[in-house]
């Protein structure tokens, strides 16, 4: 016998699916969709602030990039995406949090690695996240812990695809190590971490890798470096190893959803004084003051 699940008295979420605004739980995607079979597919995370979106324009351009580097269309304007985001938000009375897109080749008749044919329909999906507090996270005040773990993903991370499984092994090894998340190390440099670019701070300069086909090209990463030097920080765009962040002052991480947040352990040893920073702490200031101004 089928077991309907129980959702007691869970508040069902509206998604997004196809041109269709749908209770989660009627949501249905085919199993030939290439998103569940290969992974065939780019996703973008965008954070909801006050009801507004944070850095949605950054997000929308990436968004268009990963498409084109994988050969894909993309089957929504950049008008109507920033209307369907406003949408789940109303709909869900999101007031801070987050909303998830993703877009796959679509769902052909069979399983092939040869892409389907050209007219074959993609699919497209959003769904929100309620994150009450997000912008007053305890952990920003205590700072996070992680280890270093060997980057054994593709070579194209600069393409925001669902192809997310050894990250979510790292944020596992780091946990069972009593840790927050791991920063990966290639050829004896960090990369970045798991879901988020990785910073030291050694006096007045903020160190943090280069762009390149090694990194994910952060959106936040970009907005933080800029409002770093309109504050006459010394941004220094280059690798650095496991070594160099034991002996920075600070060290701190950037994305959608953790802002900026201190690193204060690096593989068991302090950072700095091994209490968050302030430099940091300032930083994760300036980017919420300056992104909820300009939030859409």
């Known amino acids: 016998m089928r077991h309907l699940p129980d959702y007691g008295d869970k508040q069902m979420r509206t998604v997004y699916l196809n041109g269709e605004y749908v209770a989660e739980n009627e949501a249905k995607v085919s199993i030939f969709d290439r998103g569940f079979l290969m992974a065939d597919g780019v996703y973008e995370v965008t954070t909801v602030l006050d009801g507004k979106l944070i850095d949605f324009d950054g997000h929308a351009v990436r968004l268009q990039r990963s498409l084109a580097e994988l050969g894909m269309e993309n089957p929504i304007s950049k008008d109507d995406l920033l209307e369907v985001h406003r949408e789940l938000v109303r709909i869900n009375e999101i007031d801070q949090g987050m909303i998830y897109l993703q877009i796959t080749r679509g769902a052909p008749d069979d399983r092939d690695f040869a892409y389907p044919p050209e007219d074959t329909p993609q699919t497209i999906v959003l769904f929100t996240q309620n994150k009450p507090g997000l912008a007053d996270?305890?952990?920003?005040?205590?700072?996070?812990?992680?280890?270093?773990?060997?980057?054994?993903?593709?070579?194209?991370?600069d393409i925001k695809t669902v192809q997310l499984l050894y990250p979510s092994m790292g944020k596992m090894m780091a946990k069972a190590a009593g840790c927050d998340d791991a920063w990966m190390v290639e050829d004896g440099h960090v990369t970045e971490g798991t879901s988020n670019n990785a910073?030291?701070?050694?006096?007045?300069?903020?160190?943090?890798?280069?762009?390149?086909?090694?990194?994910?090209?952060?959106?936040?990463?970009?907005?933080?470096?800029?409002?770093a030097k309109e504050a006459q920080m010394t941004v220094?765009?280059?690798?650095?190893?496991?070594?160099?962040?034991?002996?920075?002052?600070?060290?701190?991480?950037?994305?959608?959803?953790?802002?900026?947040?201190?690193?204060?352990?690096?593989?068991?040893a302090a950072v700095g004084t091994g209490a968050v920073g302030p430099v940091a702490t300032r930083l994760r200031e300036i980017y919420l003051e300056e992104s909820r101004k300009v939030a859409v």
């Open 137 to 157: 996270s305890p952990a920003a005040q205590k700072g996070i812990k992680v280890i270093s773990i060997e980057d054994q993903r593709w070579a194209r991370r």
């Open 199 to 227: 910073y030291i701070i050694k006096g007045n300069t903020i160190i943090t890798r280069h762009l390149g086909n090694e990194i994910l090209h952060g959106i936040t990463r970009a907005a933080v470096l800029r409002f």
């Open 236 to 268: 220094e765009e280059r690798s650095f190893t496991i070594g160099e962040a034991q002996d920075a002052d600070e060290a701190f991480i950037t994305s959608a959803s953790t802002f900026v947040m201190p690193v204060v352990e690096v593989d068991g």
